[in-house]
Every structure is written in structure tokens, then in C-alpha cells.
């Protein structure tokens, strides 16, 4: 009895995982570009308190969200901090996951490099090209993936070599 129970909440909170991803990932983007959607979403992502390496580094994304809608800089500076710090921890558990790099990327990309927060940049722009070429897009769907290329392009911080590598990875 206690296993049959045991295999009813993993094979329950497996399945919830997967379906709050793409409910995680709809409301991330619309916390980038709002205020009021990034605290609310920095509320129901740390409510979570979960050790998921992807649901982590949402959480450090939220965490940086934070630092942007901040107007404090004592804020501003211990929301980054602890976002890149939430970021790298979830990178370290899941190093070859696709969307955890690519969260520190964009995030690191918009950080003033005087700050000296954008350190994993080229790490992670080369990991994320190796991904994509290898065709390891764990549970991206074709359309975040297209975004994400999209997204590294106009970043400007790839080659045209690696810009072609993930175009044709696509096809």
C-alpha cells in the first residue's frame, strides 16, 4: 500500500512538473516587460521552493527581475547578485540543459559588463551552440527554440559560423 501511494505522488508531481512549465515560461516573459507581472511572478516561482534545476533558475531569473524593477541600488545590486547566484546553482545541477543556459545568457547580455556579472557569457553562448547543433532541446517546444536563436542573433554576440550551426540545427 505504501508503495503503490509512494508511486501515485511521484508519477502526480511528475507530471505537474511538466505541465507548470509552459504556464512557468508564459509568465517569465511577461514579467520581463512588466512590473506587476514580474512580482507577481517572483511570488508564485519562490512559493515553489523547488529544487527543479529549470523551475531554480526561473527562480534566479525572477530574482533578477526584481533587481530591474528595483529603483533602490542596494536592491537592485543584492536581487542580481543572488539571481546570478540562483542561476549558476541551477546551471551546476544540469549543466547540459539548454534553457538554463540560455536563461543566464540573455540575463548576463542585459547586465552592464562594468559590473562584471557577465562572466558565463561565452561559456554559454558556445554550450548553447554545441545544444542546439547536438539537438538537445530537452522539453523546448520548435517555438521557444525559434525565439531563442532569434534572440541569439540579435544579441550580436555570435559568430556567423555559430549563427549558421543553430540555423541548420533547426531544419
Given at each position: 500500500m505504501r508503495i503503490t501511494l509512494l508511486l501515485i505522488f511521484l508519477i502526480t508531481t511528475a507530471f505537474s512538473k511538466d505541465e507548470d512549465l509552459p504556464s512557468?515560461?508564459?509568465q517569465y516573459y511577461e514579467a520581463v516587460n512588466n512590473a506587476d507581472a514580474a512580482h507577481r511572478f517572483y511570488d508564485m516561482i519562490a512559493a515553489q521552493k523547488s529544487e527543479d534545476p529549470v523551475i531554480l533558475a526561473y527562480f534566479g531569473s525572477a530574482q533578477a527581475l526584481?533587481?530591474?524593477?528595483s529603483w533602490n541600488p542596494y536592491n537592485k545590486m543584492a536581487?542580481?547578485?543572488r539571481g546570478i547566484s540562483t542561476l549558476a546553482t541551477a546551471v551546476s545541477k544540469s549543466p547540459d540543459n539548454l534553457e538554463i543556459r540560455f536563461l543566464r545568457?540573455?540575463?548576463e547580455h542585459y547586465v552592464p559588463s562594468f559590473l562584471g556579472f557577465s562572466r558565463d557569457l561565452d561559456p554559454d553562448r558556445r554550450k548553447i551552440v554545441e545544444l542546439i547543433e547536438k539537438k538537445q532541446f530537452g522539453s523546448m517546444d520548435k517555438d521557444l527554440l525559434k525565439n531563442m536563436v532569434k534572440f541569439?542573433?540579435?544579441?550580436?554576440?555570435?559568430t556567423p559560423k555559430e549563427l549558421e550551426t543553430?540555423?541548420?540545427a533547426m531544419k
Open positions: 512557468i515560461r508564459k526584481k533587481a530591474r524593477y536581487y542580481l547578485k545568457f540573455s540575463l541569439m542573433e540579435e544579441s550580436k554576440r555570435c543553430m540555423r541548420n
